[in-house]
């Protein structure tokens, strides 16, 4: 691999990392208000950062050689004129010079890997690790909620994806052998821990490599439903939906569409209470049935599920598994499944065969270990 040397000419003023993360529990609630239970992968992106007296950006990522350095004025950083994956940081960068920050010149090299595409947040990564980068860099000194928030700023209004806070909230915070029980309100959070080894279990993470089409367009609707969902029941966000209050809530909804999508919610943000709870009285094994339950709930009732992410969970379920799930946005992407340690060889070989056997390009299996959040390397 190229190093910085040799690409921008001077040694690197320093090294950062920032993980992806899979979502064990609390899907399509952060942009709702609601309650999420991520934890950060062992796959990070790193960057190596040097301050120069020029006043460009430039990006150079390991995983595109072909596209070279991407130079980019850093006094004309508008929203529309970076495009692909150099929008993510170049949008950070942006977005701190937008809330005030003086940045001065900077050279960049990333080097990762977090599997691109396969919803385990890539460019979170991306975009988190960056904002570590440059707060350290320029003194900035922003805590990890607020890098979250520059991040997300910089997805949003800078590349145009109009994602939630979750991604980059794990990213910037998970600590290694915990779950983020992050409340998206208002931020508030709790690192709890989730000690599969000493209860002999394993996460894996099955990326199927598929990812629809349609799925950005789905998105930006489900979010659009959600509120409409909330405005019909006069509430801010369905977060205020109380979980008791669900039947009578959905009677004064019109529309059948809408009530699945808000029951998925109201019962998504329960099941986030009932696994942290348990997570919390040390009973992990007992999960499984609220993920697999959470599975059920994005398939039928939010409709963001697809055939290669429910091959994966009737087949582990079958299998033995103790309960799995799709992860993330959905529409393809990676699902994850817990297991006991020793079924997990025989849980992947079930969900590889069952691909094959429907003609289906292998998935990709790893096992997910609850790691650290972004942080600052040795050199
Ligand atoms: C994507 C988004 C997140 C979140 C999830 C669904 O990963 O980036 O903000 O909405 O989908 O839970």
Redesign the pocket.
């Known amino acids: 691999m190229v190093r910085h040397e040799e690409l921008y000419g001077a040694e690197p003023d320093g090294l950062w990392a920032a993980p992806g993360r899979v ?1 064990l529990i ?6 709702n208000d609601g309650l ?1 239970l991520p934890l950060a992968l062992p796959h990070t992106t790193r960057a190596a950062v040097s301050r120069r007296a020029h006043r460009r950006l430039r990006l150079y990522s390991a995983q595109m050689p072909a596209a070279g350095p991407v130079d980019l004025d850093l006094d004309a950083l508008t929203v529309g004129a970076v495009t692909g994956w150099a929008a993510y940081p170049a949008g950070v960068a942006w977005a701190l010079r937008e809330d005030g920050h003086d940045l001065g010149g900077l050279d960049i090299l990333f080097d990762s890997d977090v599997p691109v595409g396969a ?1 385990l ?1 890539s460019s ?1 990564a991306l975009e988190v690790v960056t904002a570590l980068a440059l707060s350290d860099l320029f003194g900035l000194g922003l805590a990890p909620d607020a890098l979250a928030r520059v991040a997300q700023r910089a ?1 949003n209004d800078f590349a145009g ?1 109009p ?6 909230m794990a990213s910037a915070c998970c600590t290694a052998g915990h779950v983020l029980r992050l409340d998206t309100r208002d931020l508030g959070m709790r690192q709890v821990p989730f000690a599969m080894a000493r209860e002999g279990l394993r996460l894996l993470v099955v990326d199927t490599g598929v990812r629809h089409a349609h799925a950005e367009g789905a ?1 930006a609707g489900r979010r659009a439903e959600c509120e409409t969902g909330a405005a019909a029941l006069g509430v801010p966000a369905l977060r205020d939906v109380p979980y008791e209050g669900l039947d009578e809530a959905l009677t004064r909804l019109p529309d059948e569409t809408l009530r699945r999508r808000v029951r998925h919610v109201v019962t998504e943000n329960h099941r986030v209470e009932r696994v942290s709870a348990l997570l919390d009285a040390g009973r992990a094994r007992e999960i499984g049935p609220l993920l697999t339950a959470g599975h059920a709930s994005l398939r039928d009732d939010f409709e ?1 599920s697809c055939p290669e992410l429910d091959l994966v969970v009737t087949t582990a379920t079958s299998a033995g598994a103790l309960g799995a799930r799709m992860t ?3 529409f393809g992407g990676s699902a994850i499944v817990l297991v006991d340690a020793d079924a997990t060889e025989a849980t992947g070989k079930a969900v590889l065969d069952a691909f094959t056997g429907v003609g289906h390009h292998p998935p990709r299996v790893f096992e997910a270990i609850p790691s650290s959040g972004a942080q600052r390397l040795p050199m």
Do not use: K, P
């Not at 609390?26 to 942009?31: I, K, L, Q, R, V």
């Not at 994602?163 to 980059?168: E, H, K, V, Y």
């Open positions: 979502n609390g899907e399509h609630t952060d942009y999420v919803g947040s979170a997805e994806v994602s939630g806070i979750l991604d980059q998105y963001v993330g946005g959905g």
